[in-house]
Nanobody, 119 residues
């Protein structure tokens, strides 16, 4: 299984970015996590095979997760970005019954893409 992220970069506060993750294989749960320097991974959003989504409270209403099964691409659209959103963002995949933002449930990870939001 391979997951490859793209789309990170630098943006000013209030701006938007879209992250993509191309993947191989089929997975019931796919998610985006982010990691701040020296801290544990933090869940951002997850989507299951039926398209049901779950968001962490700090991104709800600003971020949108979606998945294109035909193109095997997971996307995270981020709007109204804040400096606190600056982090390394990684996509993850796993197979379990309920898709929650518990990072050690996910078996497969991409290498990550950096998002930097300046004030």
């Amino acid at each position: 299984v391979q997951l490859v992220e793209s789309g990170g970069g630098s943006v000013q506060s209030g701006g938007s970015l879209s992250l993509s993750c191309t993947y191989t294989g089929s997975h019931n749960c796919m998610a985006w996590f982010r990691q701040f320097p020296g801290k544990q991974r933090e869940g951002v959003a997850t989507i299951d095979s039926d398209g049901r989504t779950t968001y962490a409270g700090h991104v709800k209403g600003r971020f949108t997760i979606s998945k294109d099964n035909a193109k095997k691409t997971l996307t995270l659209q981020m709007k109204r970005l804040k400096p606190d959103d600056t982090a390394m963002y990684s996509c993850a995949a796993g197979n379990f019954f309920t898709c929650l933002l518990v990072f050690d449930w996910y078996s497969y990870w991409g290498q990550g893409t950096q998002v930097t939001v300046s004030s």
